[in-house]
C-alpha cells in the first residue's frame, strides 16, 4: 500500500523567503506523486506531478520538487514566498493501476509580511 | 473548457436523513472519484468510476453509495446520516484515475445536525 507523510502541520514564512514543505512517501512500487494546493473554500489544484520522467519537477507558481528515491521523499520548494502562497498543501501517491490517491494530512502555510 | 462542478455547494441535513450529491466532471473525462474531507481524518478516498463501472472503493460502509452515468456525470448517496459525515465531499475527474492527474471541483459541504 502507498501513503505519504508531511513533515509540519503549519509552516510560517516571510515574504521573500524560501518555502520548503516536507513530504516521505511510502510505496512498495514506482510510485507516481502530487503536490495539490488548495486555497479556502475551494477544491485541491494540481501544482505538480512526478511519474519517473525526471526527478526535478516544476510547477505552477513557482514550485518545484525533487523526487530523491534515496530519501524517499518528494519535497516541495519555492525560492520566494508570495503572500498569495498563503494555503494548505497535500503531498499524494498513487501505486499503479491503484486508481486513488493517498493523500498526507496536509500543510498549512502562512506568509509574513 | 469548463471545470469539475459539483451541486449543491452547502447542505444542511439532520440524522437519519438521506442525502445525494452531484458531479459533472470535464468534458471528455471518463473517470470521476469522490474524496471525503474532514479537520480530523483529512482527505480519503470514497470511490472511483470509470465508463459507469466503479473500480476502486474506499474503507466506507454501505451507507455511501455511488454510481456513474453513461455521459460520465456521477452522482454519490449517503444514506442514514449520522453527526460524523458532516465533511467536504470533493468529487475529481481525469481522463484515467490510472494516469493519476485528478482535476478537482469545489465540493459539497455538507453539515448534519
Known amino acids: 500500500a502507498q501513503s505519504v507523510t508531511q513533515l509540519g502541520s503549519h509552516v510560517s514564512v516571510s515574504e521573500g523567503a524560501l518555502v520548503l514543505l516536507r513530504c516521505n512517501y511510502s510505496s512498495s512500487v514506482p510510485p507516481y506523486l502530487f503536490w495539490y494546493v488548495q486555497y479556502p473554500n475551494q477544491g485541491l489544484q494540481l501544482l505538480l506531478k512526478y511519474t519517473s520522467a525526471a526527478t526535478l519537477v516544476k510547477g505552477i507558481n513557482g514550485f518545484e520538487a525533487e523526487f530523491k528515491k534515496s530519501e524517499t521523499s518528494f519535497h516541495l520548494t519555492k525560492p520566494s514566498a508570495h503572500m498569495s502562497d498563503a494555503a494548505e498543501y497535500f503531498c499524494a501517491v498513487r501505486g499503479f493501476r491503484d486508481y486513488k490517491l493517498s493523500f498526507g494530512a496536509g500543510t498549512t502555510v502562512t506568509v509574513r509580511a | 473548457k469548463a471545470g469539475v462542478t459539483q451541486t449543491p455547494r452547502y447542505l444542511i441535513k439532520t440524522r437519519g436523513q438521506q442525502v445525494t450529491l452531484s458531479c459533472s466532471p470535464i468534458s471528455g473525462h471518463r473517470s470521476v472519484s469522490w474524496y471525503q474531507q474532514t479537520p480530523g481524518q483529512g482527505l480519503q478516498f470514497l470511490f472511483e468510476?470509470?465508463?459507469?463501472?466503479?473500480?476502486n472503493k474506499g474503507n466506507f460502509p454501505g451507507r455511501f453509495s455511488g454510481r456513474q452515468f453513461s455521459n460520465s456525470r456521477s452522482e454519490m448517496n449517503v444514506s442514514t446520516l449520522e453527526l460524523g459525515d458532516s465533511a467536504l465531499y470533493l468529487c475529481a475527474s481525469s481522463l484515467d484515475a490510472n494516469t493519476g492527474e485528478l482535476f478537482f471541483g469545489e465540493g459539497s459541504r455538507l453539515t448534519v445536525l
Open positions: 468510476y470509470f465508463s459507469e463501472t466503479q473500480r
